[in-house]
Structure formats: C-alpha cells, structure tokens
C-alpha cells in the first residue's frame, strides 16, 4: 500500500509539473517572459536603426559631402538643438492645424457616411462627388480657398480636412454596407427602425473599417497641414513645420530642413500610433484584428 500511495504521489508531482510547463508554454507569460519577447521585437529595428546612422555619418565624413548638399546625422541633431525654440513652435502650430482638421474629417466623414448609409438613392447620388472632391488636386484648388477664408490657419485646418476626409468616409460607408445580412432580417423581423439598426447593429459592426481610415487619415492630415502651410501658412514666430522647411530651403539651410522633415515623420507616427491604441482598446475583446 505505502508503495502504490508513494508511486501515485510522484505521478501527482510529475502531472503537476508538465501542467506548469504547459502554462508557462501558453498565453500567460511570465515578467521575465514579456521582457525577452519585447527585447526580440524592439532590437532587430534598433540594431538596422543604429547601423544606418552610423553608416550615414561614417559615409559622409568620409566622402567630405557638404553639409548643405548631404548633412551627417549630428549635423541635423545639432541644428535641431540649435533652433529647439523655433522648431518646438513649428511642431506645436502643425498639431494644433492637424489636429483640428482631423477632427472636422472624422465629425463630417462618418456624419456623412451614415446619411449615405440609409439610403441608397442619397447614396448613389452623392457618393460619386465625394470622389470627384478627392480626385481634384489640392494645390489645384488651395489657392481658391485662401482667396475665400485669407491666409492662414482657416485655409490651413480646411486644406488638413480635404486631404483627411475621403479616407474616414470611404471606410465607414464600406464597414455600414458589410454588415452580416442575417443580423439585418433580424433586426427588420423585430421591426427596428433605420436608426436604430444603424446605432445598435450598422455602426458596432462597421467599427473596424471607421479605425482603418482613421489611421490612415491621422497622418494625412498632418500631410495636409505641411502642404497648407506651404500655400497659406503665415510665417514669423508662428509659422508650423511647412513654413519652417521652406525658409530652410531657401537659406540653404538642409541640416535643420532635414530636422523639421523628421520632425513630421515622427508627429504623423505619434499620430498613427495614438489611433491605433484607441483601436486595440476598442476592438481587441471581440475583433480577430485586435486580438493577441
């Protein structure tokens, strides 16, 4: 009896212990886990990302490229430090343009969308210029809207909307229309009204596609904010990143043209990433998109 209870016993540690390797093998990493599966992540771009710079600066120095033609990497971090005031302002007035242009965009694209949504006809009648609008090039027209609204942070914030608004439409009107037929009869059998499938079946289910084009749409509308800036910007202690890039030009000025350059990148990236957090949040407990 002691020999089976004892044999029994280790086959009771040896069960526990292939269960602990199982749940250490499955979804439920442990700290030390997560960081060795971050460090695997973040150091293959990291170790590009250090290589590059130092081939950049290695191949500059050694080939004497002036810097007006070619900076090195710490020409441009030195002419960033430089002129930190001035490019801090010129960040800070192209989020404020992005931002509010981003945000009429999303207000009048899915507004839109969902009018398109509930009828057809409205649909098929409207929808087609909406794409002529986005066809139509916007330094084409930019110089009409800075006759109508003046130079400055109005024809900025629209030239930002134009740019941004097609995307956030397009996608929310594709979502609406692809919502699963039989959940539609489902509603209609319970006589729901139009709205009320739109609120509570239509839209829930057209989330993924509203996210899709709000990621694309965050980082055109900086885009938009430069290529307004260009056009309409007003300079001065005030100019944004478009105003700083052109003076920077026409000094000759490429290390720090090269910093504002870098400093729109990195603002659209804050951009995208901000988005794409809110849609992991919103998606990641029922969409496989979000799902880890």
């Known amino acids: 009896m002691e020999e089976m209870a004892a ?4 086959e009771t540690a040896v069960g526990i212990r292939a269960s602990a390797k199982e749940i250490a093998r499955s979804g439920y990493p442990s700290g030390e886990n997560k960081i060795l599966s971050l460090l695997k992540k973040a150091l293959p771009p990291f170790v590009v990302f250090v290589l590059f710079i130092g081939g950049w600066e290695m191949i500059v120095r050694m080939i004497g490229m002036p810097p007006y033609i070619l900076p090195k990497p710490s020409d441009i971090a030195a002419a960033a430090a430089e ?9 800070s007035t192209t989020i404020v343009e992005a931002l509010i242009g981003f945000a009429i965009s999303v207000v009048l694209g899915i507004s839109l969308a969902i009018l398109l949504a509930l009828s057809k006809t409205v649909e098929k009648s409207v929808y087609p210029y909406a794409i002529i609008l986005q066809t139509i090039p916007v330094v084409a027209v930019a110089p009409i809207i800075v006759i109508w609204f003046g130079a400055g942070i109005n024809a900025i914030v629209i030239i930002s909307f134009l740019i941004s608004f097609f995307p956030i439409l397009s996608n929310t009107l594709i979502g609406l229309n692809s919502t699963d037929q039989n959940m539609k009869n489902l509603f209609y ?4 009204s139009k709205l009320q499938t739109i609120w509570k079946l239509r839209f829930p289910a057209a989330l993924p596609y509203i996210m899709a084009g709000l990621k694309i749409s965050c980082s055109s509308s900086v885009v938009g904010a430069i290529v307004g800036e260009y056009i309409a910007g007003i300079g001065g202690g005030q100019g944004g990143l478009g105003y700083g890039i052109t003076v920077a030009a026409t000094r000759l000025q490429t290390p720090y043209l090269f910093a504002c350059g870098l400093a729109a990148s990195v603002l659209g990236i804050a951009f995208f990433l901000i988005i794409n957090m809110v849609s992991n949040k919103l998606l990641k407990s029922w969409h496989e998109s979000a799902m880890k």
């Open 189 to 192: 059998l319970y006589n729901a």
């Open 83 to 91: 002129n930190s005031t001035n490019l801090i302002t010129s960040v």
């Open 7 to 10: 044999s029994s016993a280790v």
